[in-house]
């Protein structure tokens, strides 16, 4: 056993997962060959990791390039070919809307002969906000809003976001007819299906607007009048996957949240702890995911059950939070409260969840761990754990701690991370 204390190990593990999804690792791998482009080649692209995609291109190819791409305040990387533009995520602002209209009357410039690269990764859908006619920036933001309040999953988000716009759900890659269009992502979704990761800009999208009317119902969403008439009228219908716009199309996803668990369980494997993988694409209310991370821990430490420790529990995926209390939100550290008032403070479980861009909710923290003192070291501290859950102030409750775990920009995106390790 490693004399590296439980926090040290579980930090390595969280930082292996996103070392393993570098765009300066995955990107080149996929770039065309120099024969395959006769006329420009031209990178576009929005997200996270897009400035750091871009780099590793610029870093890979040799002959002429151009492009823009978009990417979050304070991730943005130096290139020298590429320009790149920083925008409001997730909230989206008029500098990502300049950005999406820069991009459209870029791809519309396109011939036969040019080959797209577009570079896409989470947090593409606020950074390209670019309405359909008839909408405002000022109505996307408040269903923006309204979304991420609403408790609704990421497809459920971004079938909606699809319908409201004039570049996602494959209009991007429609505009960019009759150019080849090669598409890179890094999947920060559940189940890595492209038309959610950043809503599916040069992806064809079967959901229909009707889809998205029902998700807005479902979740008991006031849309401004404009949005519901979009909507009614069919009129934000997207690229549909026949579209023959979109033939020849070559989309790859070259990070997923499994690469980057199956990184952590190998830091996890020489430290002596057994990894199990749960699953890349859990989904639900933080809340209640952390509960059952708790139960299926303390069953392990308690009765050997499924599994013997010394072990390590590692999943991924994108949980919600429906907002109730007035707190600093982010379901990261809202699902590990959760977990750790369920595990009650046993001696021999801990726990770090956090996102790996670095940024969880709002706030520019990634997440946190929790101890077997986690519970006691608050009650000294006059805090009380379920009024902070309450309150979804889990940032708020782990930085009195001293517990939040802050990367600064990843420059990567592959989802959420969590991991528990359960000690002998």
């Known amino acids: 056993m490693s004399a590296m204390n439980e926090r040290e190990l579980m930090r390595a593990m969280f930082d292996a997962a996103i070392a393993s999804a570098q765009p300066a690792l995955c990107v080149a791998p996929h770039l065309p060959r120099p024969e395959e482009v006769k006329g420009r080649l031209v990178v576009i692209g929005a997200g996270k990791a897009s400035a750091a995609m871009a780099r590793a291109v610029e870093d890979h190819w040799q002959g002429a390039l151009t492009g823009l791409v978009v990417t979050r305040y304070g991730y943005k990387v130096a290139?020298?070919?590429?320009?790149?533009?920083?925008a409001a995520h997730p909230v989206p602002d008029a500098a990502g809307l300049a950005a999406a209209q820069r991009m459209l009357a870029l791809a519309e410039s396109l011939t036969a002969d040019d080959v797209v690269l577009c570079l896409i990764s989470g947090g593409g859908s606020a950074l390209l906000p670019l309405p359909?006619?008839?909408?405002?920036l000022q109505d996307k933001?408040?269903?923006?809003?309204?979304?991420?309040?609403?408790?609704?999953?990421?497809?459920?988000?971004?079938?909606?976001?699809?319908h409201l716009s004039s570049i996602k759900g494959g209009r991007l890659a429609a505009a960019c007819h009759p150019a080849r269009v090669i598409t890179l992502l890094l999947s920060d979704v559940p189940g890595d299906a492209p038309r959610d990761i950043a809503s599916g800009p040069t992806v064809g999208d079967a959901s229909t607007c009707q889809d998205a009317l029902d998700i807005v119902q479902r979740y008991g969403i006031e849309l401004p009048a404009p949005v519901r008439q979009v909507l009614e009228s069919g009129a934000g219908e997207s690229i549909k996957p026949q579209d023959p716009r979109l033939a020849g199309l070559t989309t790859r996803i070259i990070a997923a949240p499994q690469q980057a668990l199956q990184a952590a369980a190998a830091i996890a494997r020489q430290h002596g702890y057994t990894p199990y993988i749960l699953s890349d694409a859990i989904e639900g209310e933080a809340r209640d995911?952390?509960?059952?991370l708790a139960a299926i821990a303390l069953q392990m430490a308690e009765r050997g059950e499924p599994f013997r420790p010394p072990c390590a529990l590692l999943s991924g995926g994108e949980t919600t939070v429906t907002l109730r209390g007035q707190g600093r939100g982010g379901r990261n550290v809202e699902c590990l409260l959760s977990f750790a008032i369920a595990a009650r403070g046993h001696t021999r479980i801990h726990a770090l969840m956090g996102d790996t861009d670095g940024v969880d909710g709002m706030e520019e923290i990634a997440g946190a761990s929790v101890s077997p003192d986690t519970l006691a070291r608050a009650f000294a501290h006059g805090i009380r754990p379920q009024h902070s859950l309450d309150a979804n102030d889990g940032h708020g409750f782990f930085e009195a701690l001293g517990d939040s775990v802050i990367t600064g920009p990843t420059l990567t995106n592959v989802n959420d991370f969590r991991v528990v390790l359960i000690g002998t």
């Open 141 to 162: 933001q408040q269903v923006n809003r309204a979304l991420l309040a609403s408790g609704a999953s990421i497809s459920e988000m971004n079938t909606v976001r699809r």
């Open 79 to 86: 290139c020298e070919r590429i320009e790149i533009v920083e």
């Open 289 to 292: 995911v952390g509960k059952v």
């Open 132 to 136: 359909l006619p008839g909408l405002t």
